[in-house]
């Protein structure tokens, strides 16, 4: 996990985790001042062996994923896939149990995709190779957005996969739909159920070209990004999902692999969108919903949890936690004109324009990391729904309880930050 210092543009350990140090070195003082030179020798001896053994833990990770990297990118069959990312699963389980670093999993998990995406890609290429399609000469690129996007991908959490290509003649155009086709049955055959669309929630998925990505964006401000409906019969709620969703994509659009120059030019039409939504009265209502999102602290202190159904005692980590927190998170990035897509990036960087004080970036540092290892905790033990992570807070012992709590009001803090700057705006 990443904190932020006093020294701007840095990153080392929070204020918690320097006090914790230096508790640590006053303790060992103490305990050293009384010691004879062979138990000195044995107490340091001992630092030093669970030192190397802790480094050997991830040094083994590392040797791990790079050849799980290694063998994913030389595989040639499909059917190569599916078992490479079970080990994925296995091994970041494994070393999350060792360590519960969030940061790491996230790490290997996005670099584990971004390479079983480019290698899908070309092994639906060869499929089509097979069924007598005469390769074309395409130019193409593989964007995420969502976790993926933001460089916070877990195993079962929600990503967004966009092929855009180039225009293409019409008898190239039967070629293009079968390819993304093939690649999104293979990647369900890797377990990762893609939707078509960009609807919330889930593993989804988009192709067309960069003329038709254009015309989604337009399209975006009327809703249509989120619905089947023509703009014109759509609901004003759905108008205003549609618009959320395309600011989400947008701003947390990252590229995977493909065409330098094609990729040039998506990131850019994603960058002038922002720019000009951003100053629009449709973007501040937007930046006013997140604001108030709700979050899962009452007024009294206390958590707000479902009082029945079979949530009950329980609440949503993604809806009332992590969700507010990385929305918000981005709006403040937008507004700033900070095009970072990770969430822990762009707290770094609205520390150090002013946009967010030094000890509230640090505090939601540490809350985006508990809210984040608790889902992750939640998919190893038991898988989670499609649409939410639930959450029984009564299982935090106390000390964790109250940080919990802690992250919680600086959520609220933050939200009214994001608050302040629109009314100022306006």
Known sequence: M???????GSIMTSRAAKGLLDEL????????????????????????????REESVDAWMNEEMSALRDKLSAACLVDDLKPLCSKLSELTARHFQARSSVGTLQEFTCSFLETLFSTAVELAGELLRLEGYARQELSW???????????????????????????????QREYVHQLALRLVAILRECDIPLRIGLQRNGHVFWHGSLNEWRELLQKSTGGALASDQSPGTVSGQHQAEGYARAIEIMADLR????????????????????NWERDREQFRQ??????????????????????????RGEFSLEEMATGPLVASIRIMA????????????????????????????????VALHDFVRCQIELEI??????NAYFFNPDLLEDEARERFKAGLEDLTTLQRLLYQQIVEVE
């Open 255 to 274: 590229l995977l692999c493909g065409d330098m120059n094609l990729a040039g030019q998506i990131s850019d039409m994603a960058e002038a969108f922002l």
């Open 2 to 8: 990443a904190f932020v210092t006093n020294n701007q």
């Open 141 to 171: 690129c593989l964007f995420a957005s969502d976790g993926l996007g933001r460089r916070e991908a877990t195993r079962k959490g929600h990503n967004a996969v966009i092929f855009i290509h180039g225009e293409v003649a019409a008898d």
């Open 334 to 365: 937008i507004i700033a004109g900070i095009r970072e897509t990770s969430t822990v990036e762009r707290i770094k960087a609205l520390m150090v324009a002013g946009n967010i004080g030094i000890a509230l970036a640090d505090r939601l540092l």
């Open 25 to 52: 070195h006053r303790k060992l003082a103490q305990r050293m001042a009384d010691m004879e030179s062979r138990d000195y020798l044995a107490l340091m001896n001992k630092v030093r062996d669970e030192l190397l």
């Open 286 to 311: 937007l930046a006013r919903r997140v604001a108030t999102m709700p979050v899962a602290l009452g007024i009294f202190g206390r958590f707000r949890t479902a009082r029945s159904g079979k949530h």
């Open 381 to 386: 033990a038991e898988g989670v729904d499609e």
